[in-house]
């Protein structure tokens, strides 16, 4: 079953009503806006003279039902808790029907303990570092985006520890409204993928059209599939003591970093190169460094990340 972690759907400003003009702002052009920070996020922007009305909201909006995300189960009571609220009355069933994704997070919750180690590697064990961008951040998130000139295309992900996510102080109204806490997010390890436009929803869910319904009921396994492309290939590369050195010299001068080994050897190699067989005995001499027998089993990292998101 997909999973997301925000929603933005364009629908007929005509399933919006009952709408409370002390919460709306009415702007010059008549366009309504209302927007709700905390406890959690809700945008409603409605165009009457255009018949269009635009709902942006996050997983938060479930409240206690959080941990479920949204989902096809799950889309009736978030469209129930924002009718609570008391700002308008959306008409749920019209807009199951009769409305598009315009923009998405595609979300999957995997038990792991090793979340840091995880993107720790994946940092490190990039297929290539000119196709994709990669950013490794202090607290241990992990954000890779395709490198594409069409920004409606461009595709990104973000790995990160969703209980050290959902203790920071931006969330403290959400926790206490609804008796959310970090225990509840335990050893749980988010992928979050962001989809910024209806082709892009359209061709990475495998969809005809970006319709809602046909969103939620995609079987497409959007995440796995740009994990396994991203990331280099396991193989087995024999060295010499004499080459293990060397390696070793090039890791040290790049400051055990992949991405500038990469760079680094670029200046060396004929521009049109292929580089993942080149890098493979970096990545290797790095892997056995890092020692990420954490995972144990006999399974190499990147089996156990895919089979983590793969199931999903």
């Known amino acids: 079953m997909k999973t997301f972690d925000r929603l933005m759907i364009l629908t007929k400003a005509e399933y919006v009503s009952s709408i409370n003009n002390d919460e709306f702002t009415t702007l010059k052009d008549g366009k309504m806006v209302y927007k709700r920070h905390a406890p959690y996020g809700v945008n409603i922007t409605v165009y009457n003279t255009r018949n269009l009305a635009v709902i942006d909201f996050t997983g938060k909006v479930l409240g206690e039902r959080y941990k479920e995300l949204i989902s096809e189960e799950t889309i009736r009571q978030c469209f129930t808790n924002i009718n609570a609220i008391g700002a308008c009355k959306l008409d749920t069933d019209k807009i199951l029907v009769d409305s598009v994704v315009s923009s998405c997070d595609v979300t999957t919750d995997v038990e792991c303990t090793y979340t840091k180690a995880v993107c720790k590697y994946m940092r490190n064990h990039m297929r290539s570092y000119n196709l994709y961008t990669v950013r490794k951040f202090n607290n241990g998130n992990f954000t890779a985006a395709k490198n594409v000139t069409d920004p409606d295309i461009m595709k990104s992900i973000t790995i990160y520890d969703k209980a050290r996510e959902i203790k920071k102080y931006d969330n403290k109204l ?75 010299l ?59 998101v793969i199931s999903k």
């Open 174 to 248: 959400f926790r206490e409204a609804y008796g959310i806490s970090a225990d509840d997010f335990k050893n749980i390890c988010r992928f979050e993928m962001k989809l910024g436009s209806e082709e892009q929803i359209r061709n990475t869910l495998e969809i005809p059209t970006s319709n809602l319904q046909m969103v939620l009921q995609s079987d497409a396994s959007p995440i796995s599939d740009f994990i396994d492309d991203m990331l280099a290939p396991d193989t087995e590369t024999y060295v010499s003591n004499i080459q293990q050195y060397r390696i070793e």
């Open 250 to 308: 090039v890791l040290k001068d790049c400051e055990y970093d992949m991405q500038k080994v990469d760079a680094k050897l670029r200046t060396i190699y004929a521009p049109k190169t292929g580089m993942t067989k080149i890098l493979q005995p970096y990545r290797e001499a790095l892997e056995e460094r890092n020692n990420p027998s954490v995972i144990g089993g006999g399974c190499s990292m990147r089996d156990k990340i895919m089979q983590m």
